[in-house]
């Protein structure tokens, strides 16, 4: 069976039509509810890691709003877990017994550190199935992870560890949120140019705006959507929306 892994920027289309009670649906654009559901039979299970363990009420809304997302587009599942503080101790067996792990957006290093504490790279090792994951969740799937500078005093502490050791899945570095973060401004400085562009010296990142994603499956990579190259300082357009192209790996 193998693994697939979706590397979204986000996946959620605001654009929900009259009479559906879901904050957002999946984007169809660029293939992706498609090529998901290529993957995803219906009547699976679900578990989605947090990137918040603490969050409680947040991490259930979010859980019910995505399971919400696979059963609008004809993928409902017959279980749906969050995997949290509350029940890390049960990692191991909800990985497991799952056909579909989501890997939750949030802040890059606060949930790296819960992906390690609950030894999820080594239980996604051993997984074959489709893993999904939403902006940080896709930058942890990397290994090293590029954190990018997100929060006040990230880009001038000394000590802010730009590249953490990651999921392990692939060794394509996404940069979600293109088409919102690009004219960012952090400490005084840009985030791109003065930040990112400098952390790309003998490096790959792959800036992509919500909608577009990378699927990775049987040793290749291919960017389905708008995305960038950012390397040795520089950056150039690779492609534009509906646009597939296989990445070196």
Do not use: W
């Amino acid at each position: 069976m193998g693994r697939s892994v979706f590397l979204t920027s986000s996946p959620c289309d605001d654009n929900v039509p009259a009479g559906v009670s879901l904050p957002c649906i999946f984007f169809t654009r660029n293939r992706f509810v498609m090529e998901l559901q290529k993957r995803v039979a219906p009547g699976g299970v679900m578990t989605m890691v947090a990137a918040y363990p603490e969050d409680a009420r947040g991490n259930d809304e979010m859980l019910a709003t995505f399971a919400g997302c696979f059963a609008y587009h004809g993928m409902a599942f017959r279980e749906a877990h969050m995997l949290d503080s509350r029940n890390s101790s049960d990692a191991k067996g909800l990985i497991a017994a799952s056909d579909v792990v989501l890997l939750a957006g949030g802040h890059v290093p606060t949930e790296n550190a819960f992906f390690h504490r609950i030894g999820l790279p080594a239980l996604l090792q051993r997984f074959e199935g489709v893993v999904m994951g939403i902006s940080a969740g896709s930058m942890n799937c990397c290994d090293p992870v590029y954190a990018q500078p997100e929060e006040k005093g990230e880009a001038i502490d000394p000590d802010f560890r730009r590249f953490i050791p990651g999921l392990g899945l692939t060794e394509i570095q996404i940069i979600p949120h293109y088409q919102m973060v690009k004219d960012n401004i952090l400490d005084g400085m840009r985030l791109y140019e003065d930040i990112t562009y400098g952390d790309s010296m003998g490096r790959s990142f792959y800036a992509i705006p919500d909608g577009s994603y990378v699927l990775v499956e049987n040793g290749r990579a291919l960017l389905y959507g708008e995305g960038y190259l950012i390397r040795n300082g520089k950056m150039r357009q690779l492609t534009v929306e509906e646009d597939i192209i296989q990445l070196p790996v």
